[in-house]
């Protein structure tokens, strides 16, 4: 996705064609982080301390830098869902905002995640 990623990745500069530094993208994704959770907490009162990474990209130095920043939950654009006694940091979820998501295809999902099933599967049971 070419409007995705600028947080997770690098960004090039075709003035110069050339990537940003490690060092420049760490200063750069930090105080976005930062001004973001500031913002969040100026107009709500509390700190965020959940992410949802833009377009789902994220690599291990996003997650290592945010929660340096203060976040703890990461939420992810991985199809399933978390139980409730759940330890991940990450926050699986069931996709409904997709254009060419049918009510039928929606309703699959759901019921794939609530029982372990795959969307396909005619065994309904575990």
Same mark, same amino acid.
């Given at each position: 996705?070419?409007?995705?990623?600028?947080?997770?990745?690098?960004?090039?500069n075709?003035?110069?064609?050339?990537y940003e530094?490690?060092?420049?993208?760490?200063?750069?994704v930090?105080?976005d !982080?930062?001004?973001?959770?500031?913002?969040?907490?100026?107009y709500?009162?509390?700190?965020?301390?959940?992410?949802?990474?833009?377009?789902?990209?994220?690599n291990?130095?996003?997650?290592?830098?945010?929660k340096?920043?203060?976040?703890?939950?990461f939420?992810?654009?991985?199809?399933?869902?978390?139980k409730?006694?759940?330890k991940?940091k990450?926050v699986?979820r069931?996709?409904?905002?997709?254009?060419? !998501?049918t009510?039928?295809?929606l309703?699959?999902?759901?019921?794939?995640?609530?029982?372990?099933i795959?969307?396909n599967?005619?065994?309904?049971?575990?």
């Open positions: 996705n070419k409007m995705g990623g600028k947080l997770a990745y690098k960004i090039y075709p003035k110069d064609n050339t530094t490690d060092e420049s993208i760490v200063k750069r930090t105080e !982080l930062n001004t973001s959770r500031r913002l969040i907490y100026e709500t009162g509390t700190y965020p301390d959940m992410i949802c990474f833009p377009f789902g990209n994220y291990k130095r996003l997650v290592e830098l945010s340096k920043c203060g976040y703890k939950y939420i992810t654009t991985a199809i399933g869902y978390n409730y006694n759940s991940s990450y699986l069931i996709r409904s905002g997709d254009s060419n !998501l009510s039928e295809k309703f699959k999902n759901i019921v794939y995640c609530a029982n372990d795959k969307p599967s005619t065994n309904n049971k575990k």
